[in-house]
């Protein structure tokens, strides 16, 4: 992994331990971190493996007039949101590399300013988020990274109970990635109240379901879906080949649940908490219910996403003792700075991560600006 993101986890491993110590956070140091995350995915160059065909996308449509437009997205098997954005950009001069520095700059500042609002410890939210989610939805699914900002930012709404300003937020989402539709059921979901023996036996059966194949009639009845394998089978990555990834997902999925029904209680009270823990739980429901195909992968990430904020509020709002309230920010400080590792060794090499390079370099064939 280059040198850049080296930095990035350094410094939000630094800063999470600081805020932690003194329950402190610098919002300056925290807006100057968001700034590096999004110039980094914003000014990469051809670090997704997805690249080469989100550029040709974007130059197509230089030649393609609104009267097409519809017809070229049904063909492209795109939302007419996000080719919408391409086209504009393109139409007015800009070049592909703009169209990256706008999704990954909008989709951080929704998701930080959300970290920021409710996670009681931001750093450690971002740092939990940034391994592999910002690698993933800043760099790889773009589309998806930015729908999942809006599910994200909607939350809010979640919290406040507007239905109207948090279905409007999924209808934005929806012009980048269908997928989105997915989130309707958090508006229900958060609120609801379980106690650790029902959370405990929901994950046993849909793990005993995963591993057994009795999942597999979802898998049926998705094929029936708006959503079904068809329109996703496209966007399987290499990145999430079957083997080791996946196993390493069934394990840390697992073990975070283990933890936050352990230390359930000494956050209870927190409503906060509470409803990022609901989508969180439902999220790794979700995962083994869903399978190891593309369901079980793209779906899932809109609650997994949550963890960083449960973490969050487990131990911002924290009323045992010191030393176990030490130990849960140490277990997912370590297990955050495991999967880097893992990251490192397992998948790096699919991508260009570990070969950072920018726009601005002299093998870039795209910029921010047409200059022809």
């Given at each position: 992994m280059s040198f850049i993101y080296l930095f990035i986890y350094g410094f939000l491993l630094v800063a999470s331990f600081l805020e932690f110590s003194k329950k402190e956070v610098s919002k300056q140091l925290y807006i100057l971190v968001v700034i590096i995350m999004a110039l980094t995915a914003g000014l990469g160059y051809a670090l997704s493996p997805d690249w080469v065909?989100?550029?040709?996308?974007?130059?197509?449509l230089s030649d393609v007039?609104?009267?097409?437009?519809?017809?070229?997205?049904?063909?492209?098997?795109?939302?007419?949101?996000?080719?919408?954005?391409?086209k504009i950009l393109s139409d007015y001069g800009f070049d592909f590399g703009m169209l990256t520095l706008l999704l990954a700059t909008f989709s951080l500042i929704l998701k930080s300013t959300t970290f920021y609002k409710y996670g009681g410890l931001p750093f450690l939210v971002l740092f939990i988020y940034a391994m592999p989610n910002f690698l993933f939805e800043e760099h790889v699914h773009i589309r998806q990274g930015l729908a999942n900002a809006f599910a994200i930012y909607s939350i809010r709404y979640v919290i406040d109970r507007n239905l109207i300003k948090f279905l409007i937020c999924l209808a934005i989402g929806y012009q980048f990635h269908e997928s989105i539709i997915i989130f309707v059921l958090a508006y229900w979901i958060a609120p609801m109240k379980f106690d650790e023996k029902f959370i405990g036996w929901l994950v046993v059966f849909a793990i005993v379901g995963f591993y057994t194949g009795l999942n597999s009639i979802i898998e049926v009845i998705m094929q029936y879906m708006p959503i079904g394998?068809?329109?996703?089978?496209?966007?399987?990555?290499?990145?999430?080949?079957q083997g080791d990834g996946v196993a390493t997902g069934d394990?840390?999925?697992?073990?975070?649940?283990?933890?936050?029904?352990l230390y359930n209680?000494?956050?209870v009270e927190?409503?906060?908490?509470?409803?990022?823990?609901?989508?969180?739980?439902?999220?790794?429901?979700?995962?083994?219910?869903l399978g190891k195909g593309i369901?079980?992968?793209?779906?899932?990430?809109?609650?997994?996403?949550?963890l960083g904020l449960t973490v969050g509020r487990l131990i911002y709002s924290f009323k045992g003792d010191k030393f176990k309230r030490n130990f849960v920010y140490i277990s997912f400080v370590s297990y955050t700075i495991f999967l880097i590792f893992w990251f490192q060794v397992k998948q790096a090499h699919k991508s260009n991560f570990s070969n950072y390079s920018t726009i601005l370099s002299k093998e870039a064939v795209y910029g921010l600006w047409k200059w022809e």
């Amino acid at each position: 992994m280059s040198f850049i993101y080296l930095f990035i986890y350094g410094f939000l491993l630094v800063a999470s331990f600081l805020e932690f110590s003194k329950k402190e956070v610098s919002k300056q140091l925290y807006i100057l971190v968001v700034i590096i995350m999004a110039l980094t995915a914003g000014l990469g160059y051809a670090l997704s493996p997805d690249w080469v065909a989100y550029f040709n996308t974007f130059r197509m449509l230089s030649d393609v007039s609104w009267g097409e437009f519809s017809r070229f997205a049904e063909m492209a098997g795109m939302e007419k949101g996000f080719l919408g954005l391409n086209k504009i950009l393109s139409d007015y001069g800009f070049d592909f590399g703009m169209l990256t520095l706008l999704l990954a700059t909008f989709s951080l500042i929704l998701k930080s300013t959300t970290f920021y609002k409710y996670g009681g410890l931001p750093f450690l939210v971002l740092f939990i988020y940034a391994m592999p989610n910002f690698l993933f939805e800043e760099h790889v699914h773009i589309r998806q990274g930015l729908a999942n900002a809006f599910a994200i930012y909607s939350i809010r709404y979640v919290i406040d109970r507007n239905l109207i300003k948090f279905l409007i937020c999924l209808a934005i989402g929806y012009q980048f990635h269908e997928s989105i539709i997915i989130f309707v059921l958090a508006y229900w979901i958060a609120p609801m109240k379980f106690d650790e023996k029902f959370i405990g036996w929901l994950v046993v059966f849909a793990i005993v379901g995963f591993y057994t194949g009795l999942n597999s009639i979802i898998e049926v009845i998705m094929q029936y879906m708006p959503i079904g394998a068809d329109k996703f089978e496209s966007y399987q990555s290499q990145l999430y080949d079957q083997g080791d990834g996946v196993a390493t997902g069934d394990f840390v999925k697992i073990i975070s649940i283990i933890s936050i029904i352990l230390y359930n209680k000494y956050a209870v009270e927190d409503k906060l908490y509470c409803y990022f823990r609901n989508l969180f739980v439902f999220g790794v429901l979700l995962y083994f219910f869903l399978g190891k195909g593309i369901f079980g992968v793209r779906l899932p990430g809109f609650y997994l996403v949550f963890l960083g904020l449960t973490v969050g509020r487990l131990i911002y709002s924290f009323k045992g003792d010191k030393f176990k309230r030490n130990f849960v920010y140490i277990s997912f400080v370590s297990y955050t700075i495991f999967l880097i590792f893992w990251f490192q060794v397992k998948q790096a090499h699919k991508s260009n991560f570990s070969n950072y390079s920018t726009i601005l370099s002299k093998e870039a064939v795209y910029g921010l600006w047409k200059w022809e």
